[in-house]
């Protein structure tokens, strides 16, 4: 789909009236401000914009609001058609530059161009995220507890020991199961979840190694437990803590050989499955309590992964953060001041917690950008949060310090990315690169 944003009618009329006989979707409308609210909305593929609209009328308001329609490339076009003008566009982000009058046949050419580079745009877009994808397991982040976790899960993944995985509550305990059985040899096979904690303990053994048909009042057929459903896959026991300690001992037989015994059965029978085990309960202190076998403890515990709490994690607090509110609400932006609020906010409820905060303030924001009202409302807050001065080191202060440089200059620049870079004496694609890090796009 194409943009087209001029204020002359006939203009917008003969242009989009041509562009649609050469088989484009166009949306036509007369102001900048009408350009960025369609932008938001629809996301077009190109975007056909004039210098000169109201309310200015004036070639550099034009400019100012080039950047605000990347990744789509801008085709300006003017009836000031002197070089300055055009290179002050073009280093501003646009793609190419038009005088009026515009010529068909060149409009033509530019516009199959500009789709043609938004095509490979998004192709190249999807191919990296299939990457990283692949790359990050599922495990978002670039801070280096998630680094070093999932280097870990790597090495791991390829041997068949039980694995134990601690952490706080949201902290993604059941993705790094999903990474270690998606990297593993079993990762044809099927991944079995179970939640301890959530199935009765009267039904947790026939949940788990099955029964015969009139075992028990309600056994009207034969069922296979989940056991029996993971052979040859990885079966997860979420919140292993929660498992009653009848339960534990079952549990322990099968781990040392493979072998159960489905309810109301005589006969043993076998499955191969990895347990990868998670819980976020101190279970060496559940052990010294007595309500945890400790043979099940050290059998379980061949391999430890620990899960960061969200504050240990930086900056993949502001990329989360977008990430959540890119599949809850597309056409919605964080404003710069709330990706600051997010990454100086304690999280006690770790990634849940964000999650929900995220999706809870764009179902309250108003208009496209969620602000640090919406973001505090949701978490039951009311003013910012400060990180406190002390226990940081000179890496991270230098890093705050770079990031409210950055974030202040946008403020003072509208949000025009070459001012900005000019103002920090930094190139644009420098700023940008520095900009993604941050979480600040």
Known sequence: MILLADDEPAFQRL??????TQGHEVTTVGDGDAAQAVFAKQRPDVVLLDLAMPPHHDPQAGIALISAFAPAPVVVMTGHADQALAMQAIEAGAWDFLAKPVDPDLLRVVVARAVERARLAQELALLRARDEASEDMGLIGQSPPMVA??????????????????????????????????????????????????????????????????????????????????????????????MPPAMQVKLLRFLADGTYQPVGAREMRKSDVRIVAATHRDLAAAVADGVFREDLYYRLKGLVLSTPRLDERGADKAL?????????????????????????????????????????????????????EDLAFATGGTAPVTLPAANVTLEEEVAALERRRIIE?????????????????????????????????
């Open 320 to 372: 989360l953060a977008q990430i959540f509110l890119r599949r809850a609400a597309p056409g919605i932006s964080f404003g710069v001041a709330a990706l600051e609020w997010i990454a100086q906010r304690t999280w006690p409820g770790n990634v849940r917690e964000l999650r929900a905060a995220v999706e809870c303030a764009a179902a309250l924001a108003q208009g496209t950008a969620i602000s640090v």
């Open 15 to 20: 242009t989009a009236g041509w562009l649609r």
């Open 149 to 242: 976790l999932r280097a870990l899960i790597r090495r791991v993944a390829p041997t068949n020991m039980p694995v134990m995985v601690l952490g706080p509550s949201g902290t993604g305990k059941e993705l790094v199961a999903r990474a270690i059985h998606a990297t593993s040899p079993r990762a044809k096979g099927p991944l079995v979840p179970v939640h301890c904690g959530a199935v009765p303990a009267d039904l947790l053994e026939s949940e788990l190694f099955g029964h015969l048909k009139g075992s028990f009042t309600g056994a009207h057929a034969d069922r296979a437990g989940l056991v029996e459903v993971a052979h040859g896959g990885t079966l997860f026991l979420d919140e292993i803590g929660e």
């Open 409 to 441: 200059s946008l403020e003072r620049t509208g949000h025009n990315h070459t001012h900005t870079a000019r103002d920090l004496g930094l190139s644009r694609v420098g700023l940008l690169k520095k900009m993604d890090r941050m979480g600040l796009r």
